[in-house]
Structures are given as C-alpha cells and as structure tokens.
C-alpha cells in the first residue's frame, strides 16, 4: 500500500470510529488543506459539531463536511426551497452554488435572519436541500469581478475539485526527511523595490513567497523575479503565497501558470479579488502600449482556479513540513503578514510583505503577536534618516486646507491616485471632513478603476478599520456611498465637469501614466485657480515626478491625435502622511514590539541605502542579528 493511501486509511478510521453510523459517510478525501468528509447526512454533523471539533483535535488536520452528491438537490430546486425557507425579511440579493465544495453562497442584507436563532434555519437549508449554506451580507455595491470570479469558478467546478485533490494529496504526503536545513533564497525585491519574491526551501518542501513584477522596468531580468535562478524549481513548488495585491508583488504570478505550475495559491480573500482585478488591468494597460505580456487572460483564470482564499487567524497546512497562517499588515485591504511555522516548532517565520504599524481611517495597524518568532523578514520602504512622515492628523489639515482654498477662489482640485487603498483613504477624508463641516461641500467625482476597488472594498467589512466596519455593519451608513460622491460611468461626462462648478476630482492613474487621471490634467493644468495634490509616491521617470518638480509644460496627446503643449500653471501641492507604508519610525517600533522577540531580523523591499540604514539601526540597537541580502543570495535559517 501506497504511504499516502495509509495515511488515509489511518484517519479514515480514527474518523469513522467517532462518526455516528446514521450520518452514512460515503468517502474521505484530501482537498486541498484541509480533510473533506463527505456524508449523505450532513444536517446530523452540523447540528452535532462538537463531533467533528473532537476529531479535529485528535488527528489535528482541519475538516470540512461536505453534503454527498448524490444526496443533493439540483442547483434550481435548492435555490426555490431556500426561497421558502428564509424569510423575506432577510431580502435575499443572491443565490450562487460552488459544486466543488458542495456549498451554497447566500448573501442578504440581513444575514442574520439567513442563519436563525442558534443557527436554526441554516440546519433548515441543510437538511432540506442537502447543500452546505455560506452565508455573506450583501455588498452595498455590487463588484463585477467578484461575480465574474463567483461564475468562473462554478463553471470549472469539476476541474476546480481536480485541483483541490492533487493539492491535498501533496500537502498530506508522508515526509522522507526530518526538518533539518531550512533556506531562503532572495529572487526579486532585494536593495530595491519591486518584483518582490522569496523563494523558502525546506528538506522536504519548497514554498514561494510573493510572485512580483517592476512595473517601471521594460528589462525582463530588472522587471521580473529571477526565477532561472538554479534554487527555483516550478515542478517541485508546493505552493505560492501571496502578501497583497499589488502587482510588484502578485503582477507575475499568472506567469507561473502559463509555464505548467499546477498548485496552489494561498491568500486572503480579499487579495485574491483585488489581485485578479489588477492583473487584468495590467494586461490592458500593456496592450494599450502595444507590449507583448508575460501572460493573458486565460493564465489570469487558472490562477483563480488555483487560489485558495485563507482568514486570518486560521492556520493550514501548506506542506507535509510548514503551516501558514496569515494575520492583518494594514497596508492595504487583505493585506497579510506571512506567519510560517516549520516542522514540529523548529522554525518560525514573519514575512511583512509591505505593512502599516499605525491604525488609519481605512484600516486597523499591523498585528505584533505571534505564536512563535525566529526569523522576521521586514519591508524598508521608507527606511532612510529622513523618511519620517507629518502625522495623520497634519496631513489631513494641509489637504483639507489646500482644497477649501481652491474651492474659494473656484478651482477645482485633481487628485491622482492608486486605485486599491489610497483612493478609498481619500474617499472616507473627504466624506468625514465634509459631514463634520471641516471641508466645504463640493462635488467629488470619482472616475478610474476606483469604483470596482471600491465595490470589492464593501463586499468585505470584516477587513476594515472597526468604525467603517461598524458604520456600514451596525449604522447602515455605507462612507463609500455618500451623496458627496458621484461615480462617473463614460468619458462623456467630463467634458460637463471640466466646465462645471468647482469640484473635487479623484481619478486614476497615481502617477499620471495612463487612465481618466491623463484627461483631466490636460484640461486643467492651463487655470492657476486650479489645484492637483499629490497623495502618493511619484516614481522617478513618470509624468506625476516632472509635474511633481515643477514642470512648466508637457507634450500631450489631444482628442484630435495631435501633439499639444500643455501649459502647467495650476498650483502643484504633495502631500506625505497618507502612505500605507510604515516609516522609519514605525518599522523600528514595530520591530521592538513584535511579541516574542526575534533572533534574526532580514531587510528586503528597499532602495540600497534605506536596506542599509535601517539595518544598523536594528544591529545597534537591539542586538539582533540583522542581514541584507541581494538578489539571488541564499540564507540558511538553520
């Protein structure tokens, strides 16, 4: 007999040993991280969870019941009797089944009344339907591509479930090795920001850590992750997780795929939806300009495909040898400290991936407890002397003062930005300041991929600062939707807005390198009453760093696809303090904060000289031993 199939016999028995006989289980399988046990009876299990919460602790390894089948009633009729069963009072927005897990999603906008008391109705819809309810409250703006993903995945069921088996066939693999000699190897984002990617090789496993790409680079061996380095090897890779969404940390993984990886991906859930929305927007952008990508849309699709979205707080096992546990980093929403536990306690590893240690409107400060810490490897974004940013509270008062006096003299203000986290940020400034009087009220147009982050951001309140999560949850006020905002649907309506009132435009891109951003500049950057107010990182070679330095005038491309001088004469301000990057003092705090205190401190995701600085600060200060690696150097950790 195979070793996995006596695993799997093994618990097998250990389960059917404490499973009542009348819940008539008709298979055990490995599905992904965790143990799915399928029964012809899953109402009797879930009313009895306790049962299944004794197994769990036996055998250690995470269950799911999964209805068989067999026994389940046909996506129609489920969702009919699921209708009766309800109350209308929960007014029910969506019914949508994932056969693969044997699930059925149910959002309303009174969830509460999905689940009964004491979770009553939901063993109602079990026991009825034979399908496993999921209940979510309904996103106050519906997100396309949640419900693109949503269909995708319902769709490709069967080989979704493929998928899911061969991924827990190799993480529940009986080892070979003791854990001994455990290594990263640094393959992108090193001395320098962008294409970020670690590569964590075990005796047993290989894991990688962020799959990035330097969206400023046209150099294939600048812009991408060495990946030919000889460490890396795709047909041996148990998995890939990803950090957050942003693509000089996740723009390169689809690639993967396109090559013949075939596991897993492991993130939050809102990172996996904001991950999808921006590889497809970087792949429009790239035809746009006429590049040839690294990948398309169909390896954008395996990747959802292969993504397995995590909570934080719950720890999976990813590998025979390593368990993952992701916890909030406050950079962006789903953003994730990566926690590694390797072997049986030998090894612990933090990876921050780009993180916020100081809570801001839009989401909590990064977590500092942890079971156990050996290594840390730390983000240096802003690790220089003098990267000391102005404090929230400063930072807010220059902008609001910038745009009432722009408003006064009947200007309007232009604000580029990102369109994940720094527009959703702006978004709650400028709704709190306008309610509390602080802010004269003046019409925010909102134009750019804004509004699909936006709707992604809704669909996930449980990921937000505890007053939004409270004022959407618990007040029924929704910020992202106040009457201040208006959401611009078609380039024909700028042209009214231009030469409209005076007004707040928010619009992407950040850097002025593309996007409905570019159309507004030209038309305003001529009026001196008129304003733009940079609120985020200008890279050196963009539009938004020459306009940022002064530039008195531009080339630009007119509607008549004739090139314009523009003329830059409206008041240029740039404002530090909205970033959701730690500064200097921030990293260093949370370095000496972080609970239990490391042994070894690693430095990535910095300019050279900020690694550097930042490092002797570590090494004089605390005593730890603090290393900065180059790209395609390898560390042995133990």
């Given at each position: ?230 460490q890396f090897d795709l ?343 909205f970033s959701g990057h ?10 000496s904060r972080v609970t ?43």
């Amino acid at each position: 007999m195979p070793a996995l199939d006596k695993t799997k016999v093994e618990i097998s028995q250990h389960i059917l040993e404490h499973v009542p006989k009348e819940a008539e289980i008709t298979r055990i399988e490995f599905e992904g991280p965790v143990l799915a046990v399928y029964t012809k009876k899953p109402e009797i299990l879930v009313e009895q969870s306790y049962i299944v919460a004794d197994i769990v602790n036996l055998i250690r390894k995470r269950i799911v019941i999964r209805p068989d089948p067999s026994v389940r009633l046909p996506e129609k009729e489920a969702e009919t009797l699921i209708q009766k069963i309800v109350s209308a009072d929960a007014e029910i927005t969506g019914i949508n089944f994932d056969p693969s897990l044997g699930e059925v999603i149910v959002e309303a906008k009174k969830p509460g009344l999905v689940i009964g008391k004491n979770g009553a109705i939901l063993q109602e819809i079990v026991r009825e339907t034979r399908w496993r309810p999921r209940i979510l409250r309904s996103p106050p703006i519906p997100s396309k591509i949640v419900a693109h993903m949503r269909h995708y995945l319902h769709a490709e069921s069967k080989e979704r479930e493929r998928i899911l088996r061969t991924v827990g066939e190799r993480i529940f693999r009986p080892t070979v090795y003791k854990v001994g000699d455990i290594r990263i190897t640094a393959l992108g984002g090193f001395r320098e920001v962008g294409r970020s990617a670690i590569l964590l090789q075990t005796r047993e496993s290989q894991v990688l850590i962020d799959c990035g790409i330097n969206p400023g680079s046209t150099n294939p061996l600048e812009a991408f992750p060495r990946l030919d380095a000889p460490q890396f090897d795709l047909d041996n890779l148990d998995a890939v997780i990803v950090s957050h969404a942003h693509l000089d940390h996740c723009g390169l993984l689809p690639f993967l795929y396109k090559y013949g990886y075939d596991g897993p991906v492991y993130s939050s859930a809102p990172t996996s939806n904001l991950m999808t929305l921006l590889q497809l927007d970087y792949l429009d952008v790239l035809s746009k300009q006429g590049i040839m990508p690294p990948y398309d849309q169909r390896d954008v699709r395996e990747t959802v495909l292969h993504t397995l979205p995590l909570r934080y707080g719950a720890v999976t096992d990813i590998a025979p040898d390593i368990r993952l546990t992701l916890h909030n980093a406050g950079h962006i929403l789903g953003s994730s400290l990566v926690h590694l536990h390797i072997g049986e306690g030998v090894h612990n590893i933090v990876y921050t991936g780009d993180y916020k240690y100081g809570r801001t409107m839009l989401l909590e400060s990064a977590t500092i407890e942890f079971p156990r810490v050996e290594t840390i490897i730390t983000e240096s974004t802003y690790g220089a002397l003098q990267d000391v940013m102005p404090s929230r509270m400063e930072a807010e008062s220059k902008l609001t003062s910038i745009i009432n006096e722009t408003l006064d003299r009947k200007g309007k203000v232009l604000i580029p930005v990102p369109a994940v986290g720094r527009a959703q940020e702006i978004m709650l400034i400028l709704d709190g300041y306008m309610r509390r009087g602080m802010l004269k009220e003046a019409p925010v147009f909102i134009e750019g991929m804004i509004s699909e982050a936006t709707a992604i951001h809704t669909a996930y309140p449980e990921y937000l600062d505890r007053d939004v999560r409270n004022s959407i949850l618990h007040e029924g006020i929704n910020p992202f939707q106040s009457d201040y905002f208006t959401m611009v649907e078609h380039p024909s309506a700028r042209e009214e807005i231009i030469v409209g009132e005076p007004s707040i435009i928010i619009a992407t891109s950040g850097m002025l390198e593309g996007g409905p951003v570019i159309d507004y500049f030209k038309r305003l950057a001529s009026d001196e009453r008129n304003a733009i107010i940079f609120v985020s990182y200008q890279i050196e070679g963009t539009l938004g760093r020459r306009v940022q330095k002064g530039m008195l005038e531009t080339p630009m491309i007119n509607s008549e696809g004739k090139i314009e001088v523009i003329k830059v004469n409206l008041r240029i301000e740039s404002i530090e303090g909205f970033s959701g990057h730690s500064d200097r003092k921030q990293i260093v705090n949370y370095i000496s904060r972080v609970t239990p205190r490391p042994e070894r401190i690693i430095v990535c995701h910095g300019e050279k000289a900020k690694c550097l600085s930042i490092a002797r600060l570590f090494q004089r200060k605390y005593k730890i031993e603090t290393i900065v690696p180059e790209n395609l150097e390898t560390i042995k950790l133990r």
